[in-house]
């Protein structure tokens, strides 16, 4: 049977990194006879200068029959004075919710050729392989009440932190059962001091534990856990946390890989079907200058057939051309001047798509 993908370029650098994902989707497709078929859309900024939606009924629909979603990145400068609900990022928001892709992993894997790369000693990053699973389709960014509005004559912002039981417990368990397949620990990042909703949040991943006897659970406030990421990451096997706090703990963990060009994700519902994006946003400011990493992305690609596609080998095929190319020394800018001088070779955007697509056809 025929599996289809649908194709999210977005904006920005988007149509870049996915131009070489694709490229590489293609030659494992053909190489594994995964009967992949692919159909593209235009979502975010670039809908809404079409039609006027970032996400439009058409690629909704399209999104909703479709075995899994690969997205490049989505929004920019040009769009901070759209009307709120047209934002490239409302699209986003909607494109969640609508297909209830509550449960995002965000990999914090780093190659041993870019351990210079990191922000950190490379005794403090080298070996790191951790998980961020976040959950994404509540929290303060879907609660309500949010808006801007005046009172007592002046403008007030506010937004709701709202979790229900069900909710996290979906996404606890999700945790569980990835730590499980890894090395059996769970760190649970709330911030239960101060907050009722972090509260019930560790009462009801506490609950969820139950299930799981064999994975170690432990506890960790949030302004802790940013403090521990980037003082000793390698504690961490698997975290959980909620939306905004995943959102920033993610990016952080991003750091200690070298760029965040080079992680990708996936955002997951309750079947495992899922949409694939590189953690980094659009970048504007390097678009059309072919500097951009498209390695996140092609990864994500690997994360789809692996998670949503069950295809194993062709997911490994890919992850071994990847770590072929660090360790050949081929470097995009973001990834330059990583303690191989003299060993390295600066590429483009599509050289790099060239060097994967060349590592795999090798193998």
Not at 309 to 332: F, K, P, W
Request: glycine fraction near 10%; charged fraction near 25%; include cysteine.
């Amino acid at each position: 049977m025929s599996k289809n993908v649908v194709i999210l370029p977005g904006d920005g650098i988007g149509t870049e990194i996915v131009e070489q994902a694709v490229r590489v989707l293609d030659v494992v497709n053909e190489t594994h006879k995964l009967g992949i078929e692919t159909q593209t859309f235009a979502f975010g900024g670039a809908s809404y200068d079409q039609s006027g939606e970032p996400l439009t009924e058409e690629t909704l629909n399209a999104c909703r029959a479709a075995d899994a979603i690969l997205l490049g990145a989505i929004g920019g400068p040009k769009y901070d004075k759209a009307p709120r609900d047209k934002r490239p990022e409302r699209g986003l928001l909607r494109l969640r919710s609508e297909l209830g892709l509550f449960s995002n992993l965000r990999p914090a894997l780093l190659y041993p050729e870019l351990a210079d790369a990191s922000s950190l000693k490379p005794e403090l990053v080298g070996g790191l392989d951790l998980m961020i699973l976040r959950e994404l389709t509540g929290g303060i960014y879907f609660g309500e009440p949010r808006g801007i509005e005046e009172r007592n004559g002046q403008r007030v912002g506010f937004n709701t932190m709202v979790y229900g039981e069900d909710e996290i417990r979906r996404i606890a368990t999700s945790g569980f059962e990835i730590a499980r397949q890894r090395n059996k620990r769970l760190c649970s990042v709330d911030k239960a001091n101060v907050l009722e909703v972090s509260e019930l949040w560790r009462e009801v991943v506490i609950d969820v534990a139950k299930d799981y006897p064999d994975v170690e659970l432990s506890h960790m406030y949030v302004d802790n856990a940013a403090m521990q990421l980037v003082r000793e990451p390698k504690q961490f096997d698997v975290m959980v946390t909620s939306n905004l706090f995943g959102d920033i703990l993610s990016d952080a963990a991003a750091m200690l890989t070298g760029s965040i060009g080079m992680l990708p994700s996936a955002s997951l519902d309750i079947n495992g079907k899922g949409m694939y994006e590189p953690v980094h946003g659009s970048a504007p400011d390097i678009a059309g200058t072919g500097k951009a990493n498209p390695l996140a992305t092609i990864l994500s690609v690997s994360m789809m057939l692996r998670y949503t596609l069950n295809e194993a080998a062709a997911a490994d095929q890919i992850d071994t051309a990847v770590a072929t190319v660090i360790s050949n020394g081929v470097r995009c800018a973001d990834i330059a001047g990583t303690g191989q001088s003299g060993k390295e070779t600066l590429v483009n955007t599509a050289q790099m798509g060239d060097a994967v697509v060349a590592a795999i056809q090798a193998s």
